[in-house]
T-cell receptor, first 114, second 112 residues
Framework: AQSVTQPDIHITVSEGASLELRCNYS??????LFWYVQSPGQGLQLLLK??????LVQGIKGFEAEFKRSQSSFNLRKPSVHWSDAAEYFC????????????FGGGTRLMVKP | DAGVTQSPTHLIKTRGQQVTLRCSPI?????VSWYQQVLGQGPQFIFQ???????GRGNFPDRFSARQFPNYSSELNVNALLLGDSALYLC???????????FGSGTQLSVL
């Protein structure tokens, strides 16, 4: 069975500091990997996705993520955090023919200090 | 263009009642899925529909059912509500051949 673990429930960073959110997955084949962001009272917005090819993928809002097969990880990074980045971040995994059937991690709540 | 729209935005029910949640996908999207998000947790897959047929079902009891209409809108029904059904219910749509899901803002269901 596939699963996603986000080890950090809460993270607080200062505005302008760098950010790394961790994601580890368990899946038997090559997964489709996603990072979504959710602001309070909102649905989820896709930040980036990885299917194949270059293991460093760029997303919206200055985010990037690196796929490391040997570590079963797909960590999200941003070099300089803005106050508007405060939100909940979810890593998700799906099979090649996932359609809409994603498995999400428990999420990491990001707080940004001024 | 309008995004994925869900109604109602908030709902309060009592245990044992039945509830119907509605979702309109982005125009042109034929695939709709439903997720349950309990407070403090990530979304959990409930159903996927494509072209009015069920294409996938998550680990949810038979109290949960759904359908998709000819205009590709969808309804999620939950019978015999339990306190544990209190959650944010998210609908997502997807264009054919694309892996990106577009989520609605959800329906917040509270069961008292």
């Amino acid at each position: 069975a596939q699963s996603v673990t986000q080890p950090d429930i809460h993270i607080t960073v200062s505005e302008g500091a760098s950010l790394e959110l961790r994601c580890n997955y368990s899946y038997g084949a090559t997964p489709y990997l996603f990072w979504y962001v959710q602001s309070p009272g909102q649905g989820l917005q896709l930040l980036l996705k990885y299917f194949s090819g270059d293991t460093l993928v760029q997303g919206i809002k200055g985010f990037e993520a690196e796929f490391k097969r040997s570590q079963s990880s797909f960590n999200l990074r941003k070099p300089s955090v803005h106050w508007s980045d405060a939100a909940e971040y979810f890593c998700a995994v799906g099979p090649n023919n996932a359609g809409n059937m994603l498995t999400f991690g428990g999420g990491t709540r990001l707080m940004v200090k001024p | 263009d309008a995004g994925v729209t869900q109604s109602p935005t908030h709902l309060i029910k009592t245990r044992g009642q039945q509830v119907t949640l509605r979702c309109s996908p982005i125009s042109g999207h034929k695939s709709v899925s439903w997720y349950q998000q309990v407070l403090g947790q990530g979304p959990q897959f409930i159903f996927q529909y494509y072209e009015k047929e069920e294409r996938g079902r998550g680990n949810f009891p038979d109290r949960f059912s759904a359908r998709q209409f000819p205009n590709y809108s969808s309804e999620l029904n939950v019978n015999a509500l339990l306190l544990g059904d209190s959650a944010l219910y998210l609908c997502a749509s997807r264009d054919r051949g694309e892996e990106k899901l577009f989520f609605g803002s959800g329906t917040q269901l509270s069961v008292l």
